[in-house]
């Protein structure tokens, strides 16, 4: 008789990671080789993914890195089409550079709209056109909370991609289900990460988000890096189209 944690296991299946070198992208990878899943490691730095894939290994997982930009949209579809099999995507390269609306400039916007949208949304492509020739897969999304609201300090910009990625989400679900591809995202809260220390470090901003989580803290990587597993899972086969909050209820005001 299966377990009851079974439908939670992801034995077999091939999850590609972006921005997997650090943070909540190496949470998430580490999360799914540790639920069966053999493990693709993107960033743009070959020696953070060797790092993660050794300590994959380590805990007798399987994984390799797969360096390559996805801003370089060229580069990104020809390693995504060389792969012999993807079933598990986790689109999770972002960025995030805080500037007062009035003050944003340009080569910000651009930066961002790049890698947190445009590069999102050609790695997803790539991917479901493997899902579908197989007939089922999974893409996971990595928005955040500021995709479902607007009240942030100097995030403008990021609160702008994480909406379209919400957007982007909800049109793919509907147009790959009838090709056995499900698309969902996850939106986390603040979380302690290497892109996030700088400005949680300040004391003043620290307390002005702390206020705002009815928890009452910040959340971790794994929290987040659980969620992924759920919704890569068999466990989650009827959800798609929908966003997974993870946000100690920042939402919820």
Not at 90 to 109: I, M, S
Not at 158 to 175: D, I, N, Q, S
């Amino acid at each position: 008789m299966p377990s009851p944690a079974s439908p939670f296991r992801l034995d077999g299946r091939i999850a590609l990671v972006t921005g997997a070198g650090r943070g909540i992208g190496r949470a998430v990878a580490l999360a799914l080789a540790a639920a069966g899943a053999e493990l693709l490691l993107n960033s743009r730095t070959p020696a953070e993914l060797e790092a993660v894939a050794a300590e994959i290994a380590a805990q007798g997982g399987q994984a390799r890195a797969v360096p390559f930009d996805v801003t370089d949209s060229g580069t990104a579809r020809d390693a995504i089409a060389g792969l012999p099999r993807l079933d598990i995507l986790v689109n999770n390269a972002g960025v995030n550079r805080p500037q007062p609306f009035l003050a944003v400039d340009e080569a910000t916007l651009d930066r961002m709209i790049a890698l947190n949208v445009k590069a999102a949304f050609v790695v997803a492509q790539a991917a479901a056109r493997h899902m579908i020739e197989a007939g089922v897969g999974v893409i996971i999304n990595m928005s955040s909370q500021m995709g479902h609201v607007g009240s942030e300090r100097d995030r403008t910009v990021y609160v702008m991609t994480k909406h379209a990625l919400e957007g982007l989400t909800k049109a793919m679900a509907v147009e790959l289900a009838p090709r056995g591809v499900r698309v969902v995202s996850i939106a986390p809260t603040f979380v302690l990460t290497p892109l996030s220390k700088p400005f949680l470090d300040d004391p003043d901003t620290r307390k002005w988000i702390l206020d705002r989580i009815p928890l009452g803290r910040l959340g971790t990587v794994e929290e987040v890096a659980n969620a992924v597993v759920f919704l890569a899972s068999p466990a989650a086969s009827l959800v798609t189209g929908s966003s997974l909050l993870v946000d100690g209820g920042w939402t919820a005001w």
